[in-house]
Every structure is written in structure tokens, then in C-alpha cells.
């Protein structure tokens, strides 16, 4: 949530040449609906299925970078199906950060309404454990994208 995912996931395509994919935006296209309207149609636990598919359905797949959801990773089904056959990494990044770069968007569902900062504390706290549990690298998230991405694949490169 607001840690750069998907901007450092398209700087992550252009320097290693993988193809990237938004796991929210393959949900959206796969239904045909933005991820708010299947939030306020369906709700979270449809939702949460199509992700558990869409993990399913990309981890299946060679080469990719995969920017997931912010919750998709405090699923332990999700987590097994996606280190089976790749990487977990984990921008890490400061909940201040977080507040300031989603201080203008009003399109992320679980954010929706008054308490959109104590809601996005409350989340912080709870998924914080799970996804520095998940990562099998993490990675500062608060320097610029390219040298976020240049960080992941530094490691990568030296963990082989």
C-alpha cells in the first residue's frame, strides 16, 4: 500500500527486460471492473478470491515481476504459491512515507472514507509482520524508483 509496488515493478521491467504485471490491474481487466467497484459490489472476500487466482494464474508464468496487491501477501496461500516459483521482495518504507504519497488518492478501497489515516496505521501494523515474513529480500523503498529497483536487482544478482 503506497510503497512503490508498481512504479518500481515498471522500472524493474525496463532495466532486467522481465515483463511486469500489476496484480490489481490484471484482477480489473480479468473482471472487467476497477478493484473499487468489485470492493463495493462483491466485496473484499470476492475480491481476495481473485487474487488468490490471479497468484495462481502469474506464478504460473517465467520471467515476470510481479507487483501484488497490499493484502495479497497477508494470505499464507498466496505467499506459498508465489515463492514456488520466484521472489518475495519487500519495499520497505516508513508508515510517514506511506501517508504522504496516498494523501491525494481516493481510489484504494480500504482507505475509502473519514479515517483513511488511522485505517492505513491500523493496516501498517497488522501486515508490516506478515510481509517481512513473506520476503525473502527487502529492500528500502524510500529512495527513488530507480534506485529501488536497482537495490532488488543488485541482490538478486548477488544472491545467485
Not at 473499487?36 to 490471479?54: L, P, Q, T, V
Not at 497477508?74 to 504459491?81: A, D, R
Request: proline fraction near 4%; glycine fraction near 8%.
Amino acid at each position: 500500500m503506497y510503497s512503490g509496488k508498481t512504479t518500481v515493478g515498471k522500472m524493474l521491467e525496463r532495466l532486467s527486460g522481465r515483463r511486469f504485471v500489476d496484480m490489481d490491474s490484471y484482477i480489473e481487466q480479468r473482471s472487467g471492473m476497477p478493484v473499487s467497484r468489485i470492493f463495493s459490489d462483491y466485496g473484499e472476500e470476492w475480491f481476495r478470491e481473485r487474487e488468490r487466482e490471479a497468484c495462481r494464474a502469474l506464478a504460473g508464468q517465467r520471467n515476470l515481476v510481479i507487483a501484488t496487491g497490499g493484502g495479497a501477501i497477508t494470505f499464507p496461500e498466496n505467499v506459498i504459491t508465489l515463492k514456488k516459483s520466484g521472489v518475495i521482495v519487500f519495499l520497505d518504507v516508513p508508515i510517514e512515507v506511506i501517508l504522504n504519497r496516498m494523501k491525494d488518492d481516493k481510489t484504494r478501497p480500504l482507505l475509502s472514507g473519514g479515517e483513511r489515516e488511522e485505517t492505513a496505521r491500523k493496516l501498517f501494523i497488522q501486515r508490516q509482520p506478515l510481509y517481512r515474513a513473506a520476503a525473502d529480500i527487502i529492500v528500502d523503498g524510500t529512495e527513488s524508483p530507480i534506485e529501488v529497483a536497482q537495490a532488488v536487482l543488485e541482490i538478486l544478482k548477488s544472491s545467485r
